[in-house]
């Protein structure tokens, strides 16, 4: 079992920044950001590979990025330029697998977290 434990939200005006931090109990080669905002599916951010390759949705492409410390077991993102359209819950997810963590899908995540919440004003 993984936990996962996010931090760094807030509520905020657009144009700013956040840096949204998750700690794993363990490492996992692949970890990702998702998104949910009410009455919406969750969505894929940002994920991150064993070989910290990246992948990024169109919607945060250029704004957001996604890394890790070197210990490889505390994930951030960076949220630049935040805009109302960001407003929704951010949730850390892991998984142990080292193929695939590209595919951006939720459903190849097992461990999740339970979310912090960002909110953007404009």
């Known amino acids: 079992q993984v936990q996962l434990v996010e931090s760094g939200g807030d509520s905020v005006q657009a144009g700013s920044s956040l840096r949204l931090s998750c700690t794993a109990s363990?490492?996992?080669?692949?970890m990702g950001w998702f998104r949910q905002a009410p009455g919406k599916e969750r969505e894929g951010v940002a994920t991150?590979?064993?070989?910290?390759?990246?992948r990024y949705s169109e919607s945060v492409k250029g704004r957001f990025t996604i890394s890790r410390d070197n210990t490889g077991k505390t994930l951030y993102l960076q949220m630049n330029s935040l805009k109302p359209e960001d407003t929704a819950t951010y949730y850390c997810?892991?998984?142990?697998?080292?193929?695939?963590?590209?595919?951006?899908?939720?459903?190849?995540?097992?461990?999740w977290g339970q979310g912090t919440q960002v909110t953007v004003s404009s």
């Open positions: 997810a892991a998984d142990r697998r080292f193929v695939g963590c590209d595919s951006g899908s939720r459903t190849i995540f097992t461990y």
């Open positions: 363990t490492y996992t080669p692949c």
């Open positions: 991150i590979d064993y070989s910290e390759r990246t």
